[in-house]
DNA sequence: ATAGGGTTAG
């Protein structure tokens, strides 16, 4: 190794500024090979920086080669090449770092673990997380700002909520900023704990922190209010966001359009998106998705050749939208078209998903035949062709084909695994033909299987305040029950004339206890949720106001019926592959 | 001074 020579000693500061700027590999090869002839690539601090331009431009190889012919390496060096492997995607490199690390005697930082800290939550792996959250505790930095940070977000991704909250409020006061109250935040509205969401908002702004709302903890609020579908707090936001100057903000944007599609506000959605000014591919997909909830396939798809005209590429999500939107308005035929251009046209590979959508599309328009043959071509395998022949299966139950239900429920119960969605269509299907003891057999063995199913329930904002109701119970009306007994009962005889089969004025009035809502009796013969908070709505809001209520499970075709004939949106802010009726 | 935390669509 040559000594550097008093020329060069001016050289290093020039070169490392040049590592600091470069981003593609060439200028950082270029200047590693100055600072080697220059004798200075072997200190400590020269490796380093090479360390870092090398992650800083992906070529981790590189990093490592040198990392691995070092001499010496600090803890900087070695936390360097682990945050490159984090970044680079390389999560199980990043923590095998850490243990070679110790091995090796250099104590780790709070850089060092929060680094590891956030890849353990990208990795989902609370076994992990718990490890680091150890050797963060025996370095006495579990309670440093951006390591708490870290591990809050690690705990929320792993699904241990309790365990966030628990580090968030170890943090002292002063230590938590606004990054620490964006973590925790978006820990609920992920876990879907959308009310804890709200609430926390709700003392932050009564915290002494002088702390202000940003965009990550106003979209994270945004998408808990979407969850709960609590539109009058959602409103409340997105006023504090265009205050706080978010307003051009596209994942602000993006968490509105979804809010308010989930909240039952189609128009508002669409407004939203309309004064993004150049929507991106999520900000698209987000109001298509709104679109195929409502049922506007025309719309869905003039969205995507839109986007595609104006050189926004769709992917998988965006495609999957589209055919949901028309599996929603009837539009079969343009469904399958979608199908089967996503190769040629838009250059996907389908997904179960997309077969699935077809398939229950086909299904859904009494085109049996023809969708068994699109899912015996499908060739899908485990748990999403589970979903594919359960969803058949339904589709056989509502068109009445015992022949190919029999048929579909082979391929389900080849599985071997029980699916309490098909089993609540089997028993809804007994219960719409009058064989009450049927379904309520179908019912209790799935209890006696252990099969769990959420109690349906659905719910409507008064006021900002939402009232939850379940199947034959109405203790949420408080005082007002025995009214709205009486109106059920009125409401009962007009739409019993129309053909309406369900009983409205049979609702026990409950305390609401978990007894009270028997599974057994409550949910097959009681009042569905639906129509007891219909009732409310009728009771409470002013005549000719649309009523707007949320649901868990997808209402039943007789419910649907009823509620044809007022003007009424009805949103289930979840998923609404499940079916069932509450 | 070379290394660190949270957000948006199915």
């Given amino acids: 190794m040559a000594a550097p020579s008093s020329s060069t000693a001016t050289l290093t500061p020039v070169l490392i500024h040049l590592l600091r700027g470069a981003s593609d590999l060439a200028s950082v090869a270029a200047t590693h090979a100055k600072l080697l002839k220059a004798g200075f690539a072997s200190t400590l601090a020269s490796s380093n920086h090479l360390l870092a331009a090398y992650s800083r431009c992906g070529a ?17 060096s070695w936390t360097t090449l682990m945050s490159g492997y984090a970044a680079s995607g390389r999560p199980r490199d990043t923590i095998s770092l850490l243990r070679g690390m110790q091995f090796s005697g250099v104590q780790p930082n709070v850089v060092t673990l929060s680094t590891a800290a956030s890849v353990c939550a990208r990795l989902a792996d609370e076994g992990l997380g718990l490890q680091v959250h150890a050797r963060a505790a025996v370095a006495r930095c579990a309670r440093d700002t951006v390591v ?8 929320g991704k792993a699904g241990r909520v309790e365990d966030s909250r628990a580090v968030f409020d170890g943090m002292a006061a002063p230590a938590r900023n606004a990054v620490s109250w964006g973590a925790m935040l978006a820990v609920y509205a992920q876990n879907a704990l959308g009310n804890e969401a709200i609430q926390l908002f709700a003392e932050l702004r009564t915290d002494d922190s002088g702390l202000v709302p940003n965009h990550f903890m106003l979209s994270s609020v945004m998408s808990a ?44 959605s669409r407004k939203v998106f309309d004064r993004i000014e150049q929507p991106s591919l999520i900000p698209y997909t987000s109001i298509i998705v709104a679109a195929a909830k409502y049922g506007l396939g ?3 798809l003039a969205l995507l ?28 035929d343009t469904g399958l078209q979608l199908l089967r251009s996503l190769q040629s046209k838009y250059g996907l590979a389908p997904c179960p998903s997309h077969y699935t959508c077809a398939v229950d599309m086909l299904g859904r328009a009494g085109r049996l035949e023809e969708a068994f043959e699109l899912a015996k071509e499908a060739q899908i395998e485990g748990k999403e062709a589970l979903l594919l022949w359960n969803s058949l299966l339904s589709a056989c139950w509502t068109h009445k084909r015992l022949d190919l239900a029999t048929l579909a429920g082979q391929r389900v119960s080849e599985f071997n695994q029980d699916v309490a969605g098909g089993l609540v ?21 799935m209890r006696q299987r252990g099969i769990r199913k959420d109690p349906g329930c659905s719910w409507i904002e008064v006021k900002d305040i939402p009232y939850v109701f379940y199947a034959g119970a109405i203790s949420c009306a408080g005082t007002r029950a025995d009214e709205m007994l009486m109106l059920l009962d009125e409401l009962e005889c007009k739409i019993r004339e129309k053909g309406y089969k369900g009983r409205l004025g049979s609702a026990r009035v409950s305390d609401g206890h978990e007894d009270d809502r028997d599974e057994g009796k409550g949910v097959m013969v009681g009042v569905h949720s639906e129509i007891l908070a219909l009732g409310f709505g009728l009771l409470v809001l002013p005549k000719g106001m649309t009523i707007r209520m949320m649901k868990n499970l997808r209402m039943c075709s007789d419910c649907h019926e009823a509620f044809k004939k007022r003007r009424t949106v009805v949103t289930d802010p979840r998923d609404d592959l499940g079916g069932g009726c509450g």
């Fill in 148 to 155: 708490a940070t870290a591990l809050v977000d690690m705990y």
């Fill in 425 to 445: 269509v089997m028993s809804n299907a007994y219960a719409s033909a009058g064989q009450t003891d049927n379904a309520a057999a179908v019912w209790s063995s």
């Fill in 298 to 300: 025309r719309c869905a």
């Fill in 305 to 332: 050749g839109e986007m595609v005209d104006r050189g926004v590429q769709p992917n998988d999500v965006t495609l999957l939208s589209v055919m949901h939107a028309c599996s929603h308005s009837g539009l079969v």
């Fill in 60 to 76: 981790m190889s590189r990093a490592r080669d040198l990392f691995d012919g070092m001499r010496d390496r600090n803890v900087i």
């Fill in 225 to 268: 209010c979407a969850g709960v579908a609590r539109l009058g707090i959602g409103k409340c936001v997105h006023g504090a966001a265009l205050r706080l100057g978010h307003g051009n903000n596209e994942v602000i944007a993006v968490a509105l359009v979804d809010m308010y599609s989930k909240c039952g506000f189609y128009e508002y």
